[in-house]
């Protein structure tokens, strides 16, 4: 199994900055595909941003694109989303995931991820 880690996340003004990690534990880390994803209530969990197991290879959402940064160490096991520029629509809690798919895969669907950290509240203010 599995364990995932989130931490980073706070309250921050608009045009701010956090930056969100992510600590796994389990297997190899080049392994796992791993993203995060965003959820406000009563809505449905969307991506934010994809990264391949390799650590390069990335997607993003179109409403981020610019402006958060992915990437992924994986000789400490850690996943990051810096986030710069925020506004108050990015106010959400943020969850990364990982899926045991090798190196070279992206995985941009949340049902498509087995492993969830617990998520980390972020909220963007006026």
């Known amino acids: 199994q599995v364990q995932l880690v989130e931490s980073g996340g706070g309250l921050v003004q608009t045009g701010g900055s956090l930056r969100l990690s992510c600590t796994t534990s389990?297997?190899?880390?080049?392994?796992?595909?791993m993203g995060w994803f965003r959820q406000v209530s009563g809505q449905e969990r969307e991506l934010v941003a994809a990264?391949?197991?390799?650590?390069?290879?990335?997607r993003y959402a179109d409403t981020v694109k610019g402006r958060f940064t992915i990437s992924k160490d994986n000789s400490k096991n850690t996943m990051y989303l810096q986030m710069n520029s925020l506004k108050p629509e990015d106010t959400a809690v943020y969850y990364c995931a990982a899926e045991f798919t090798g190196p070279f895969r992206l995985v941009v669907t949340a049902d498509d991820y087995h492993y969830w950290g617990q998520g980390t509240q972020v909220t963007v203010s006026s």
């Open positions: 389990g297997r190899t880390s080049s392994d796992y595909a």
């Open positions: 990264i391949r197991g390799s650590g390069t290879g990335t």
